[in-house]
């Protein structure tokens, strides 16, 4: 195992896309743990929560400004703990993530700190 | 006499006759909780704790099996669409050639056009479909609906599940 801090990550996937609000297909759901097995070894599995968005890439408006409707969404959290130093390997992961479930926006939290990964084509998506 | 397989949803038939006595003692257990009919989410946190507790690694074709039993839930409960082509597609990559790569490189497909349709992000045209089929040696077959529900259905893979652990 290797040395060294390492900071307990959480992240969200919600379990419909944003573009249409459909549930995902079986396959990426297959992708990412595969992908979190293949670059971390961590085989966690997730817990379902309820959480109140903003789909839209707006850093630190993750709940709806006022006079807006608030999107409820299920989500599955996932808790890992990555080395300090691989913690930008789980942040490109996430972006690939975000493009193979259709999220424009990807909620993550490093050692209790929150950050909102905007979601990028060029980021690529989870890979067979 | 008749292999025992276990079929998934995209009908890739895992093989149960080389099951060792550790992977059929996990399967059962997980026969046993599957049959309670678990939510998704509460099976998808159970099985990767279980497969580790049993030292058995993402080798194991137990861990393909939890996958798609997990997969098999989430459409069960409405938490997953049904497998599609795609669905298919990235399992007969994954399966013949290891990885996406490989493919697209063995067969001078584009490899971001491919991600976005598996990604549901764009849509093949039935000729390229063709091309790419041929090339993994598949064929596009249409069925009744009902048999692909049949297919991935959760009361399948228990059956399936039973025979595994014997």
């Known amino acids: 195992m290797e040395e060294g801090p390492r900071p307990v990550c959480t992240f969200l996937i919600p379990v419909v896309r944003d573009s249409d609000r459909r549930p995902h297909a079986p396959v990426v759901w297959r992708l990412l743990q595969d992908a979190l097995l293949g670059t971390f070894g961590a085989l966690s599995g997730p817990e379902p929560v309820l959480y109140y968005r903003k789909p839209d890439a707006v850093p630190g408006a993750w709940r709806p400004e006022e006079g807006e409707e608030p999107v409820e969404d299920s989500s599955r959290k996932y808790t890992v703990a990555v080395p300090a130093h691989r913690v930008d390997e789980l942040r490109a992961l996430l972006r690939r993530a975000g493009n193979s479930f259709d999220q424009r926006v990807m909620y993550l939290e ?16 989870l890979e067979v | 006499m008749k292999r025992r397989l276990f079929q998934t949803i995209t009908g890739r038939a895992l093989d149960l006759e080389r099951l060792d006595a550790n992977e059929r003692e996990f399967l059962a257990a997980v026969q046993r909780r599957y049959k309670k009919e678990p939510r998704w989410s509460e099976f998808a946190a159970w099985w990767p704790k279980a497969l580790q507790r049993s030292g058995l690694s993402a080798e194991s074709v137990a861990y393909r099996i939890c996958q798609d039993l997990e997969a098999r839930l989430g459409i069960a409960q409405g938490k997953i669409s049904a497998p599609d082509y ?6 007969l990559i994954d399966e013949r050639y290891g990885s996406r790569y490989r493919f697209c490189k063995a067969t001078g497909t584009d490899p971001g056009h491919l991600s976005r349709i598996l990604a549901g992000r764009s849509e093949l045209s039935l000729q390229t479909l063709q091309r790419l089929l041929e090339q993994l040696d598949a064929a596009l077959v249409i069925e009744p609906g009902k048999a692909s529900t049949e297919r991935f259905s959760r009361e399948r893979a228990v059956r399936a599940l039973a025979a595994a652990a014997r």
């Open chain 1, 110 to 125: 490093v050692g209790g700190y929150a950050e909102f990964l905007e979601v990028r084509p060029e980021d690529g998506f």
């Open chain 2, 86 to 91: 795609r669905d298919s597609l990235a399992d």
